[in-house]
């Protein structure tokens, strides 16, 4: 059983941090039932709606268990500090809500996971009064223009608004619209072909179909439809073997099955020349 939360066999509740005595948790539980019975009866002598009797319901319990000293004084928070702890702490405690005994665990991870840079987050009460709430980062994986707004996305393509992508230039980027949602295949494939990634400069996504890879040095590789992971490795393949990305070349075209075609800058040679299969 958690060492967190674990019922002695003497009657006491204990946490890492304290220890209730069995006989104080019940006396707090049963004058918190009663001041909640006080408040239904009440809301319903005055013939309030069902929704006003939970509120009375909620408040009165409330302030019961603070009075008894289940007041929240302490939330620890894990995995961040400074100004991102704070956002979490602003949202554990609801307007109006003072107790431990008021907080549903389920309910403030939701409102944890609510934050727009929070991937999970875990929640334990600490009996009398602290919340510790545990909490992993949604991570910066690429940089997404589109609209000439460049945004941090995550890996599932989400942007991640309270991040900077003036603080994440090391990140590849992605250029297009739906480039975001449809890029994590290309950027996995990316993490294997060093060769590839460190020559690049984007991948454009092109009629939300296919992608374009543009190179620091100025050339466009136009990738297949289908299978572009795959055009990619056999592009490091290329470039082991071949140099093809040291070549000054204005387009590799690998969009053919079995084809790959060049074209050279304008200033050095014109038209397309098939480099692999073809004629």
Do not use: C
Not at 44 to 52: R, V
Not at 84 to 108: I, K, N
């Amino acid at each position: 059983m958690p060492r967190l939360a674990q019922i002695k066999l003497n009657g006491g509740l204990q946490s890492d941090d304290v220890q209730v005595s069995g006989k104080s948790l019940a006396l707090a539980l049963g004058g918190v039932v009663v001041f909640a019975g006080l408040a239904i009866a009440g809301a319903a002598w005055l013939g309030s709606s069902l929704f006003d009797v939970r509120e009375a319901m909620a408040r009165s319990a409330d302030g019961a268990a603070a009075s008894m000293g289940f007041t929240v004084d302490t939330i620890e928070v894990e995995g961040v500090n400074g100004a991102r702890a704070q956002e979490v702490r602003a949202v554990v405690t609801p307007e109006g809500r003072h107790s431990v005994l008021s907080l549903d665990p389920a309910d403030v991870r939701t409102r944890v996971e609510s934050l727009d840079w929070v991937a999970r987050a875990r929640v334990q009460r600490l009996w009398p009064s602290t919340m510790r709430i545990s909490v992993e980062r949604r991570q910066a994986y690429a940089r997404w223009q589109e609209d000439g707004e460049i945004s941090v996305i995550d890996y599932n393509g989400e942007r991640l608004l309270a991040e900077r992508a003036a603080d994440h230039g090391e990140l590849p980027l992605v250029v297009g619209a739906g480039a975001g949602p449809a890029a994590e295949p290309l950027l996995i494939a990316l993490e294997n072909l060093p060769q590839v990634r460190a020559r690049l400069e984007a991948l454009v996504r092109v009629g939300n179909r296919r992608w374009n890879v543009e190179l620091v040095s100025g050339t466009t590789i136009a990738l297949p439809e289908q299978g572009a992971a795959e055009a990619l490795a056999q592009l490091e393949r290329l470039q082991s073997e071949h140099r093809l990305l040291d070549r000054p070349l204005a387009q590799i075209d690998m969009r053919a099955p079995g084809r790959v075609a060049v074209r050279v800058h304008p200033v050095l040679a014109g038209g397309m020349r098939p480099l692999l299969g073809g004629a």
